[in-house]
C-alpha cells in the first residue's frame, strides 16, 4: 500500500509538472537568414576565428540552404598569416529573445574536428552573465558526449539526485567558479555528439524552460523512442509525453527569476580558444591547435552543421 501511494503521488506530481505547448515559429532553411542575425564580432572565448557579416557568409559558401537545410560551415581551403586574422566562420543569434518555452532542435551534422568548439545554446550578449546563459550543444575536439549546462551569476546551485538520464558536474553554476565551468550535465549517449552523432545522421535536442525546471532532452536518429510529436514535427506537443530528460535543473536552490532572463538563440563556431584550445593535447588532438587552424585548412572540412530545422513553442 505504502509503495501504491508513493507511485500514484509521483504520478501526479508528473502530471502537474507536465504542459501542453503550440507551434508559434518555425526555421526552416531561408527562415535562418530572415529571422537570425549575424555576428561579425570579437570572439569573446579568444578563438582563431574571424567571424564574417551575412553577405561575406553567403559570398563565401558559409552560409547556404538547400530545401529544408541550412547550413553554417568554417572556411576548409584557406591558409591563414601567422598574425592576421583567424579562420572565417559563422555566428548567428535569433532576433527573438524567449523566456518560458519548448524548442526543437533538428540537426543532422555538427561540427567535427581537432580545435573546433561548436555551440547551440541561449544567452544574452548585452547583459551576460546577469541573463544568464543554457547551452544545449557544446563540446570541444570530438569529445563525446555532448555536455548540456547552465551558467549565472552567484547563489545558483544544482541539488544531487536529480531525476535524469545525464551525469552531473559540478553543482555550482556561477561563471566565476572553475573557470567558468558551469553547472553541467554529460549526456547519456555517445551518439549525442561530434563524429558518432554525424555518423548516426545526427537528432534532436529538445529544451523546456519554465519558472521550475529548464529541461534537455536527446534522441538519436535512429532511436525507436523518440516521441512522435517531436519526430513529425506536430503542432502541438505535452511535455510530460517526452519522458526523463538527458539534463534537468531544477530551481531549488536556484532563484530563476533574478539568474535567467529573456535569451537569445546562438549557433556558432570557433577553434581552439579558451576551452578547445586549452584542452586540444589531452583530448588527444596532434601537435598546435593554432598551428593547425593556420595551416591545415582540409582538417575542417566536417565543421558544418546541418540543421533541418528548429522549431519553437509556447
Not at 572565417?88 to 543532422?108: A, C, G, M, P
Amino acid at each position: 500500500m505504502e509503495l501504491f501511494a508513493f507511485l500514484l503521488v509521483a504520478s501526479i506530481s508528473t502530471l502537474a509538472c507536465a504542459k501542453s505547448y503550440h507551434v508559434s515559429e518555425s526555421y526552416v532553411g531561408n527562415d535562418f537568414y530572415r529571422g537570425f542575425d549575424f555576428q561579425a564580432i570579437t570572439d569573446p572565448t579568444h578563438g582563431r576565428v574571424n567571424y564574417v557579416d551575412m553577405y561575406t557568409a553567403q559570398g563565401r559558401n558559409l552560409t547556404y540552404t538547400t530545401g529544408d537545410t541550412f547550413i553554417l560551415r568554417g572556411d576548409s581551403w584557406s591558409y591563414l598569416r601567422p598574425n592576421g586574422p583567424g579562420r572565417d566562420s559563422v555566428r548567428i543569434q535569433s532576433k527573438k529573445t524567449y523566456t518560458d518555452h519548448l524548442s526543437v532542435f533538428n540537426v543532422r551534422h555538427m561540427p567535427q574536428g581537432c580545435g573546433t568548439w561548436p555551440a547551440m545554446w541561449y544567452a544574452d550578449v548585452n547583459n551576460w552573465p546577469g541573463a544568464g546563459e543554457i547551452d544545449v550543444v557544446e563540446g570541444v575536439n570530438d569529445i563525446s558526449p555532448n555536455a548540456a549546462t547552465l551558467h549565472s551569476t552567484a547563489g545558483c546551485t544544482m541539488p544531487d539526485g536529480r531525476n535524469m538520464q545525464g551525469s552531473p558536474t559540478q553543482p555550482d553554476c556561477n561563471v566565476n567558479v572553475n573557470g567558468n565551468a558551469g553547472c553541467g550535465v554529460r549526456m547519456s549517449t555517445p551518439l549525442s555528439y561530434g563524429p558518432s552523432f554525424n555518423a548516426n545522421g545526427g537528432g534532436w535536442f529538445v529544451t523546456e524552460r519554465t519558472s521550475a525546471a529548464i529541461s534537455v532532452w536527446f534522441w538519436a536518429r535512429n532511436d525507436p523512442s523518440v516521441p512522435a510529436a517531436v519526430r513529425d514535427r506536430r503542432n502541438d506537443i505535452v511535455s510530460g509525453d517526452l519522458g526523463t530528460p538527458q539534463a534537468y535543473f531544477p530551481n531549488t536552490n536556484c532563484n530563476f527569476g533574478s539568474h535567467f532572463g529573456a535569451l537569445r538563440i546562438i549557433i556558432n563556431l570557433t577553434f581552439c580558444g579558451d576551452w578547445a584550445g586549452s584542452v586540444y593535447n589531452n583530448d588527444g588532438c596532434p601537435g598546435s591547435c593554432i598551428d593547425r587552424v593556420n595551416n591545415n585548412p582540409s582538417s575542417f572540412g566536417e565543421a558544418y552543421f546541418s540543421i533541418a530545422n528548429i522549431d519553437i513553442y509556447v
